[in-house]
């Protein structure tokens, strides 16, 4: 069923981006099987609302997209987040592997946990096997969540990255320091 959603992807999506600019689009292929999430851009609320109403008028997209996607979706969750302040938006020169960590944090926001994650991003960052693709801080759906996105060359470009940034004190701090 995944290629089929992918062919249809291929050969259709054009009719969602035309709307708004798409950041990224990725499949899973560790974790959750049969997945995939995007990211999209938008100027403000009003920017979006502006965008699902344009969409829900949009007939080609409506029929020759999203009714054949929908009959293959299980689940389809959706959510609204920022880019923190201290995060510029990056868009690797290659192609690589992605990797979406989830943090679920304790209620207060950037203020409270900024400084210390922050500290524990750069190390994984200053390892030189990963980029950092983006930060984002949930606004609507699952609160006080973070989403970190990062890009690596390779898998194993990946594990060895993650292996030197755990062995950096401004990781096992943040552990302790980070309301999760």
Not at 46 to 71: I, M, P, Y
Not at 121 to 142: M, P
Request: hydrophobic fraction near 45%; include cysteine.
């Amino acid at each position: 069923m995944m290629n089929v959603f992918m062919q249809l992807v291929k050969e259709k999506f054009h009719l969602r981006t035309v709307h708004s600019e798409l950041v990224g689009f990725w499949t899973y292929e560790l974790g959750g099987m049969n997945k995939v999430f995007h990211i999209w851009k938008y100027d403000s609320f009003a920017h979006r609302t502006a965008v699902r109403a344009a969409l829900a008028r949009d007939k080609s997209w409506q029929e020759d997209f999203l009714s054949k996607a929908q009959a293959m979706m299980d689940v389809q969750d959706n959510e609204i987040a920022y880019l923190v302040p201290w995060c510029k938006l990056q868009k690797p020169e290659k192609e690589g592997v992605y990797e979406k960590v989830t943090f679920q944090f304790k209620p207060g926001g950037p203020a409270v946990w900024g400084e210390s994650f922050r500290a524990a991003i750069s190390a994984h960052e200053n390892t030189g096997h990963t980029q950092l693709v983006g930060v984002f801080n949930t606004e609507y759906g699952l609160l006080n969540q973070v989403h970190v996105l990062w890009w690596s060359e390779n898998a194993e470009s990946r594990a060895a990255g993650r292996h030197l940034a755990h062995e950096d004190a401004r990781v096992v701090a943040a552990g302790n320091r980070i309301p999760l």
